[in-house]
């Protein structure tokens, strides 16, 4: 049985049994975080094996297409963008059967992104959490991030006044703070229906901005859509994990590199997707540096500046974001002032082999 995260004090800056706080100090000024259960961990002599495959069928394949236990009468349902993005009340995902699980994840591959309102996750406990998250498939275990004490299932995003490892990762010495990323896309087997749940938030800022692979891809010309098509890319953690040892963090698992279709479709819904982002694509297999470099840039561009296939999740108390990794691409905003907290939790499943698509 897990702790109750009320018996759970927060950490001191001790340093013991080869656990490194990597510059996470003991907040200091307030009351600290609201949920200190969930405070990050960093534990250097932590190990994981290496990822094996294994055989994934989708939750949404077994879906009501109706989707009657998930949409139920007195559910409020709000359209952020024609192309992704949908706000929902009146539903507790906590409280879903494993029909309504299975409809959730076909709803997410339709719309991308949901902000489900008012919930009670945060509160269920780890368990019944990661119960949860493990319906749409294993759930990744972070080489490098912060996790839970006990629970290396939890990916913890934390910032405060004193601990800004995000401001750190993507570089000081910037003008636009964003970071577009597909979350873990160097795994050979990437997640797909992703939780996120919000522990502490500025009253302002400190948002998700999300954009739609799927209508990037559908804004590019047949010939364009063609030429992609054959082309695969390498998908790198390499720099992710040394990141981590220079600062003195674990690497839980050596780095891995996996290739990937640039067009992926997803197995539920069909649609084709771009399958590259910044954060992780390193080059295309086969071309010369400067011909691969042409076409990432191009790509990573054109999804950057894609406002009007782009929303703005934004976090009250009680939101859980789910959003499908396989047909998004998202980056923090980065807009809030280092003085406030934002604590956040990500549960991270993993699903299918990228499928290639092969015609446009």
Request: glycine share 6%; net charge negative; charged share 25%.
């Amino acid at each position: 049985m897990a702790p109750s995260v009320a018996e759970v004090t927060q950490p001191t800056d001790t340093l013991a049994n080869g656990v490194a706080k990597i510059n996470l100090k003991e907040v200091k000024a307030d009351k600290g975080p609201s949920y200190p259960f969930y405070y990050p961990y960093f534990d250097v002599n932590e190990k994981f094996p290496p990822t094996e495959i294994f055989e994934h069928k989708d939750a949404g394949l077994r879906a009501d297409p109706k989707k009657p236990n998930l949409l139920k009468e007195g559910t409020i349902v709000k359209h952020i963008s024609p192309f992704l993005g949908t706000e929902i009340s009146g539903v507790q995902l906590s409280q879903l059967s494993k029909e309504g699980l299975d409809e959730l994840a076909l709803y997410v591959a339709e719309r991308k992104v949901v902000a489900f309102r008012n919930q009670d996750f945060k509160d269920i406990g780890p368990d019944r959490q990661i119960e949860i998250a493990k319906h749409f498939g294993p759930i990744q275990r972070h080489p490098t991030s912060g996790n839970v004490k006990g629970y290396p299932e939890f990916h913890v995003v934390y910032r405060d006044a004193e601990n800004d490892q995000f401001r750190e990762y993507i570089g000081g010495n910037r003008v636009d703070r964003t970071s577009w990323h597909s979350d873990i896309s160097y795994e050979k087997q990437p997640p797909s229906t992703t939780f996120f749940f919000i522990l502490d938030q500025p009253d302002v800022g400190g948002d998700t901005f999300f954009a739609s692979q799927v209508e990037a891809y559908n804004r590019l010309s047949p010939e364009f859509q063609k030429l992609l098509l054959p082309l695969r890319a390498v998908h790198s953690a390499v720099a992710q994990a040394e990141h981590s040892r220079q600062r003195g963090g674990p690497v839980r698992r050596e780095p891995v590199e996996s290739v990937h279709p640039i067009v992926r479709v997803h197995p539920v819904t069909g649609e084709k997707a771009l399958y590259v982002n910044k954060g992780f694509t390193r080059r295309i297999v086969g071309l010369k540096d400067e011909e691969s470099d042409l076409i990432l840039h191009f790509l990573f561009d054109h999804i950057a500046k894609g406002v009007d296939f782009q929303i703005r999740a934004t976090y009250e108390p009680g939101t859980v974001v789910v959003w499908d990794n396989r047909v998004t691409i998202h980056s923090a905003s980065g807009d809030f002032d280092n003085s406030f907290r934002r604590h956040a939790v990500r549960l991270t499943p993993q699903a299918e082999v990228p499928i290639p698509a092969t015609e446009p």
